[in-house]
């Protein structure tokens, strides 16, 4: 009785996490989504606790459990209500290691349990004991998870800027081969009697460390949540090996469903970043070194004319249209309070402001919508590429936060360009353009921005917040 | 080959599940806007979390005075729920301002 209410439980969690996905990806449910699947993961997480029975047994050690669950959220919880809106992405790969790390650990577990239950006969060979299946499934939840689980460290650590982007030539060359001992070892571990085993799997685990850090040591600061994702996808498979492995059918579910799902947010991702998952994972331009070489040294061309605050101020408070295009700089400068503000002085000056939000925009989709609404600024005044290039031509001044990229001319005009072919948006359509840059320094994509030489373009060098609040300051004052 | 052969047999409803389940997950997010590529992310990252079932199965089968099994699952727990919290608190606040933006 009680194991088929189990059944049904896991049932309703597989089906709520369905749903929770499809709701997840409109807009309108996407919060209700995410609560669906969290109640699933709750029905699920009990049901195992109180129903779940090995051989007609209960499990026991609920203290323990009940510790660590405790322990688990409250650590989960205040940290994911104290980090900062801009780090929500290190964040997500933080936790999707702490998935990783455990889909290894029980991994080990089972390893060990096996182990254990024959330990006696050390002359046995592993082989024995397990199914080629069952080997397998053990060892790539265990291989699987330690590589999430450094790899999304890794990428924790080059978000939040304490790991610098590194490569070496033949890097790819060294990854192979490492993946290739994680394999060895892996085969060596099957082979070997229970005697002998321990080393083959340590071994096991330790190159697949190495393995992590290796695979997203070379790839550029600013792919990391394309790696995050596909970390992701990778963390749902290492959990679907656990479910083959109790043949649990939520934990079955719920892997693969994210490994696939995973995957494919990976490769949409690479798309509206205009990229491929290869070159992102060989990291061509997001590591930016060797374009920055080659096109640095063709040095800035032409001249650029700098606007002072007060000209800026008038310029935009005369406008009747003024289009903000936001960027990494706003993000970096944390200025959408300010943006904001400047918004709500010029609308009481009769301007109508709106923004340009392109798809990859700050370092990661969907960057700037969440900033500009943790400022309140109100959904119906965030203009989608298409629409924003269809507004341009009527707009009087467009001012660029900190953005460069992705209003970079080049990916039109220019087929030799790295960046050639991304969508951007057309800002130079409008009648005058203001661009807000700490320097004339390039950015991510490491190339010179013709947009920046135009005779209908003004630089007003600065940090976001800075500049911004004084533009209010003077605006008022117009 | 034959070992092959009976371990598909032997799984086959598993098999089935983990094949219509990619295209499951491949059908259900066919269409998700650009701008919810992060909180989507961070959803099924909560979701994968469901590896805390495994975490407290490991857990509860160990002998109570196997210090190791009960080591590596405890941690193996603590890891997981940090997954699963974690990712459902911070994907609920990433959306809390999507709604509010669409109610204003």
Known sequence: ?478 | MESILNFISSNQQIIYIVILMIFVGIEVIGHVPSVLHTPLMSGANAIHGVVIIGAIIVMGKAETDNYLALGLGFLAVILGTLNVVGGFVVTDRMLEMFKKKKAS
Request: glycine share 10%; with cysteine; charged share 15%.
């Open chain 1, 1 to 478: 009785m009680e194991l088929n209410l189990l059944t049904i439980c896991y049932l309703i969690a597989s089906v709520t996490f369905i749903l929770g996905l499809k709701m997840l990806s409109n807009p309108v449910s996407a919060r209700r989504g995410n609560l669906v699947a969290a109640f699933g993961m709750t029905v699920a997480i009990f049901a195992t606790i109180f129903l779940y029975e090995d051989n007609g047994e209960k499990l026991h050690n609920y203290v323990w459990i009940f510790a660590g669950l405790i322990i688990g959220t409250i650590a989960g919880t205040l940290a994911a209500k104290k980090v900062k809106m801009t780090a929500m992405p290190e964040m997500v790969s933080l936790f999707n290691g702490m998935g990783g790390a455990c889909a290894a650990l029980i991994s080990a577990a089972e390893f060990y349990h096996i182990y254990e239950l024959h330990k006696d006969s050390p002359a046995t060979a592993f082989a024995e004991l397990a199914t080629v299946g069952h080997y397998i499934t053990i060892v790539a939840g265990a291989i699987i998870g330690t590589i999430s689980y450094t790899g999304s460290i890794i990428a924790w650590g080059k978000l939040n800027g304490r790991i610098k982007d590194y490569s070496f030539n033949g890097q790819h060359i060294v990854n192979m081969f490492v993946l290739v001992l994680v394999i060895v070892a892996a085969v060596w571990a099957y082979q070997s009697t229970l005697g002998n085993i321990l080393i083959p799997f340590m071994l096991i685990g330790f190159f697949a460390l190495i393995y992590g850090v290796l695979f997203v040591m070379p790839i550029g600061g600013a792919d990391m949540p394309v790696v995050i994702s596909l970390l992701n996808s990778f963390t749902g498979v290492a959990a679907a090996c656990g479910g083959f492995l109790y043949d649990n059918k939520a934990m079955l579910t719920g892997g693969i469903l994210v490994g696939a799902a995973g995957t494919l947010l990976t490769i949409l991702m690479c798309k509206a970043m205009n990229r491929s998952l290869t070159n992102v994972l060989i990291g061509s331009f997001g590591g930016g070194n060797k374009t920055t070489a080659v096109e640095g040294a063709a040095g800035p061309q032409g001249n650029y004319k700098e606007i002072s605050l007060a000209d800026a101020a008038m310029v935009m408070a005369y406008a009747n249209r003024v289009m903000i295009v936001p960027g990494y700089g706003l993000a970096v400068a944390q200025a959408q309070h300010t943006c904001h503000e400047l918004e709500k002085i010029l609308e009481e000056k009769g301007v109508e402001v709106q923004y340009a939000i392109h798809p990859v925009a700050g370092r990661m989709p969907g960057h700037m919508n969440v900033l500009l609404a943790e400022a309140d600024v109100s959904y119906d005044k965030l203009l989608e590429m298409e629409t924003a290039n269809d507004v341009f031509k009527t707009t009087d001044v467009v001012l660029i936060l900190g953005a460069n990229d992705v209003v970079n001319p080049a990916a039109k005009n220019d087929a030799q360009s790295p960046i050639y072919g991304m969508p951007i948006l057309e800002v130079e359509q409008a009648k005058t353009v203001i661009v807000n840059k700490r320097s004339m320094k390039p950015g991510y994509a490491g190339i010179e921005n013709d947009l920046f030489f135009q005779p209908k373009t003004s630089m007003l060098f600065g940090d976001a917040k800075k500049v911004l609040q004084d533009l209010c300051t003077e605006i008022k004052a117009v």
